[in-house]
C-alpha cells in the first residue's frame, strides 16, 4: 500500500542529514537552549543525578 502523506522530516533529522552542509536553526530549541542556561545560571536547574545511594536526598529521610 502507497502512503498518501509523505514522512515529516524535522529540523533535527535534516540537520543529521546534511552532516554539516546545511543547517537550519529551529527557533523554538534555540529558546529552549536559552531558557536552561539563564536556570542553571541562577541555580535554578535541574539537580545533578545521584551516583550513590549516600549523595541521594531520600537516603537521609525516614518514613
Do not use: H
Request: glycine share 6%; hydrophobic share 30%; proline share 6%.
Amino acid at each position: 500500500m502507497v502512503n498518501y502523506y509523505p514522512p515529516r522530516l524535522t529540523v533535527t533529522q535534516f540537520n543529521r542529514m546534511c552532516r554539516g552542509e546545511w543547517s537550519i536553526v529551529d527557533p523554538d530549541e534555540e529558546m529552549r537552549l536559552q531558557d536552561v542556561a539563564a536556570k542553571k545560571k541562577r541555580g535554578k536547574g535541574v539537580p545533578k543525578k545521584a551516583k550513590s545511594a549516600a549523595e541521594s536526598r531520600r537516603a537521609g529521610k525516614r518514613r
